[in-house]
């Protein structure tokens, strides 16, 4: 189970933490990441640790950092510089096969519950 925290409302350029706690298993044997929704926009995958590797959608590179700490069986989301389209809902994800590589959501098998983030201009 993945418990998502650390959303809110922030002006333009700001910054936010996400938080993604999880129950029943162990995050470092996991490929764990974050996707978001906007209103009226399909999901879109925003970062993503899998196989030791970072990966970034190109909308938040250089302004979003993921990472993992597996002492507390987190995965946080660092997101710097945002902007209004940051706005969106933004939940955690994990998918059992460390490694794999998908923007696709159904690839994932467990899911946070979701945290609004909210960027105002």
């Known amino acids: 189970q993945l418990q998502a925290s650390g959303g809110g409302l922030v002006q333009a350029g700001g910054s936010l933490r996400l938080s993604c706690a999880a129950s029943?298993?162990?995050?470092?044997?996991?490929?764990v990441g974050w996707f978001r929704q906007a209103p009226g926009k399909e999901r879109e995958l925003v970062a993503l640790?899998?196989?030791?590797?970072?990966l970034q959608a190109d909308s938040v590179k250089g302004r979003f950092t993921i990472s993992r700490d597996n002492a507390k069986n987190t995965v946080t989301l660092q997101m710097n510089s945002l902007k209004p389209e940051d706005t969106a809902v933004y939940y955690c994800?994990?998918?059992?096969?460390?490694?794999?590589?998908?923007?696709?959501?159904?690839?994932?098998?467990?899911w946070g519950q979701g945290t609004l983030v909210t960027v105002s201009s």
């Open positions: 640790i899998t196989g030791g590797v970072t």
């Open positions: 994800v994990a998918h059992s096969r460390d490694g794999e590589v998908s923007a696709t959501p159904g690839h994932y098998d467990y």
């Open positions: 029943g298993g162990t995050l470092s044997s996991y490929a």
